[in-house]
């Protein structure tokens, strides 16, 4: 009793006061009265983290974080060496933060201490996190180190934060992804294939909403303001396809 303890899992009933936490130990009761809360409301489904002390059978919270789905996915290169103490590093000129909540994984080495202070520049990472416009950020939920990038280019995924179909060029958390009629493949939402061509282009940008989560590949990344990925020429084509998100 009174032990310090944090946690994280999905709501499973109640509010904030009280609730139940669906975790990799089971369930337990949540009492919030009090508590500081972040990120949202607490709700069934939701996925929160909780800090707080155990009081008998139940766990009261101190801190409750409403974690937002995990929709953005980043595979690139890390250019530059991580900021340990701050818990940062940057991929695709994006700041990535991690916290006592991200898991890290080594699908290289197979370390199985592997953390942020083990990862070295020009190593290939999988991120996955949600976007923080406000302070333009990745909260990551999964930091893997990998050991090649599909065709040796980045992976973008994210919700769409605007589109310009006749520009055939779309937003993602603070990139710009100009796609094109030449060398670009198109899928849309029920995952049949478009093909390439204006045809494709049209019926993709119809198709297309702000808050769409969209993922492209085999793209060519350039830096800048904004950054930009687009088309190349020749193999491979970049892709652009609809994805379902369940957090």
Do not use: C, H, W
């Not at 509010?15 to 919030?32: A, E, I, M, Q």
């Not at 607490?42 to 909780?50: I, L, N, T, W, Y």
């Not at 197979?110 to 949600?130: R, W």
């Not at 992976?155 to 937003?171: K, N």
Request: charge should be negative; avoid cysteine; aromatic fraction near 6%.
């Amino acid at each position: 009793n009174n032990d310090p303890v944090r946690g994280e899992g999905y709501v499973v009933s109640g509010t904030l006061d009280s609730f139940v936490l669906l975790g990799p130990g089971g369930k337990v009761t949540v009492n919030g009265v009090g508590a500081t809360l972040s990120g949202g409301t607490v709700a069934p489904g939701r996925k929160v983290q909780v800090e707080g002390a155990v009081s008998g059978a139940t766990l009261r919270a101190s801190v409750v974080r409403v974690r937002p789905a995990g929709s953005v996915q980043v595979e690139a290169v890390m250019l530059v060496a991580p900021n340990v103490a701050a818990g940062t590093f940057t991929v695709l000129t994006k700041k990535i933060q991690t916290d006592g909540y991200t898991r890290f994984k080594d699908d290289v080495g197979s370390d199985p201490t592997f953390s942020l202070a083990k990862l070295n520049p020009n190593d290939n990472v999988k991120v996955a996190g949600s976007y923080d416009a406000a302070g333009d950020v990745v909260n990551a939920i999964l930091v893997e180190r990998i050991a090649s990038l599909d065709n040796g280019r980045p992976l973008l995924q994210g919700p769409v934060s605007g589109e310009d179909a006749l520009l055939a060029r779309f937003t993602i958390i603070g990139i710009d992804v100009i796609a094109g009629s030449t060398n670009t493949e198109y899928f849309a939402k029920d995952g049949s294939f478009l093909g390439s061509g204006f045809a494709a282009v049209a019926a993709f940008f119809a198709g297309l909403n702000v808050g769409d989560v969209v993922k492209v590949k085999d793209g060519l990344f350039t830096p800048g303001t904004p950054p930009i990925i687009s088309e190349g020429a020749g193999t491979p084509k970049m892709e652009v396809e609809f994805e379902e998100v369940d957090d």
